[in-house]
């Protein structure tokens, strides 16, 4: 069946990286695009773009441009976010997505916590 | 950037029926936007309940339904139970964009 399976919960200090994995299985992790999501504590979910697996092929919404990188590894199926110059408010739930046949999956939701 | 836009909260009575609306800034809202609906509670990933404006899947409960009305995408439910009570999402699509609405707190009291 579909799964994503994402890296652990990370603390990070206003001004570093962070770098959350996605490993993707049940699917042609190639095909079509997978996307990131991200949700502040009592927030809406706010898109941070999707990449093509299969040529690397990125989007990435206007607020996000040159803060957040979406990479992917087609040999591990694993996709990558990366999102640089942390500040308090990029604390939130961020999660990767997948759409097939008409459903979208999720992740099961990386906490990053941005904190001095 | 399009904005989507929902009600906020809405509260429906067990067994009532309730509408939940989802619009768009750029004008009306159209098959071509691939309306998706989730349901959210609190501690969870979102879980998809209706696709492609009106398309049901085997897990989603027969008493929801989703439509296009008056240049939005709809969500109804009808006949409310307890464990509806949550967070509802749409989500619009703009060509490989995608935006979520605001989120619709619905109470069922």
């Known amino acids: 069946q579909v799964q994503l399976v994402q890296s652990g919960a990370e603390v990070k200090e206003p001004g570093a990286s962070v770098k959350v994995s996605c490993k993707a299985s049940?699917?042609?992790?190639?095909?079509?695009?997978l996307h990131w999501v991200r949700q502040a504590p009592g927030q809406r979910l706010e898109w941070m773009g999707r990449?093509?697996?299969?040529?690397?092929?990125?989007e990435y919404p206007q607020n996000f441009q040159g803060r957040v990188t979406i990479t992917g590894d087609t040999s591990a199926s694993t996709a990558y976010m990366e999102l640089k110059s942390l500040r308090s408010e990029d604390t939130a739930v961020y999660y990767c997505?997948?759409?097939?046949?008409?459903?979208?999956?999720w992740g099961q939701g990386t906490l990053v916590t941005v904190s001095s | 950037q399009a904005v989507v836009t929902q009600e906020p909260s809405l509260t429906v009575s067990p067994g009532g029926t309730v509408t939940l609306t989802c619009g768009s800034s750029?004008?009306?809202?159209?098959?071509?936007?691939?309306p998706y609906w989730f349901q959210q509670k609190p501690g969870q990933a979102p879980r998809t309940l209706i696709s492609d404006v009106s398309y049901k899947h085997s897990w989603t409960p027969a008493r929801f339904s989703g439509s296009l009305l008056g240049g939005k995408a709809a969500l109804t439910l009808s006949g409310a139970q307890p464990e509806d009570e949550a967070e509802y999402y749409c989500l619009l699509s703009y060509g490989d964009a995608w935006v979520f609405g605001g989120g619709t707190k619905l109470t069922v009291l």
């Open positions: 990449i093509i697996p299969g040529n690397g092929q990125t």
């Open positions: 049940g699917f042609t992790f190639t095909a079509s695009g």
């Open positions: 750029t004008g009306t809202v159209t098959s071509g936007h691939w």
């Open positions: 997505a997948k759409q097939i046949g008409g459903v979208v999956y």
